[in-house]
């Protein structure tokens, strides 16, 4: 095991949305804080910083993790999704566009990591019913909306993605 000297700034790499990016990190540095601060990706946000509120949720080698549990020094040579890196060529993808039709955003603080999480959900259980759906959902804090607009939005392009139901 390699173990990393505190108060030191080691170099970090990693692919951040399909390109790859450098920096550098102190050890303890949050993987969240790495990406605001240093790499500008702002839509990793910062909710509760240890893990309960989902805000900061993004993909590490295709699964959802929490930005706020990991220093961005665990990241070399890893593929990190945030919600920059969602949408479509022509615009929104078709989670944002269905948070967007159905208001499943109000402040708009939670749902990077909501649309991180459902990404995942979506890849890997194309099929998911909505219980399913709101079990994944019990994972983030809204305070805005009543989670209704989002559940919608997530079974409308669930439904669309595997056959209408």
Known sequence: MRYLE???????????NGE???GEAEPRLLLSDFLRQTLGAYGTHVGCEHGSCGACTIRVDG??????????????????TTVEGLAAPDGLNALQAAL????GLQCGFCTPGILMSL?????EEPGA???RIRDVLSGHICRCTGYHGIVQA???VF???FGKR
């Open 20 to 22: 790859l990016v450098e």
């Open 6 to 16: 505190a108060g030191k700034r080691h170099a970090v790499r990693f692919t951040l």
């Open 159 to 161: 439904g669309e993605v």
């Open 119 to 123: 990404e995942q959900l979506l890849e």
């Open 100 to 103: 967007q039709k159905h208001h």
């Open 154 to 156: 997530a079974v409308e």
């Open 63 to 80: 699964k959802a993790v929490r930005a706020c549990l990991l220093y961005a020094v665990q990241m070399q040579d890893r593929a990190v």
């Open 129 to 131: 019913d909505e219980a």
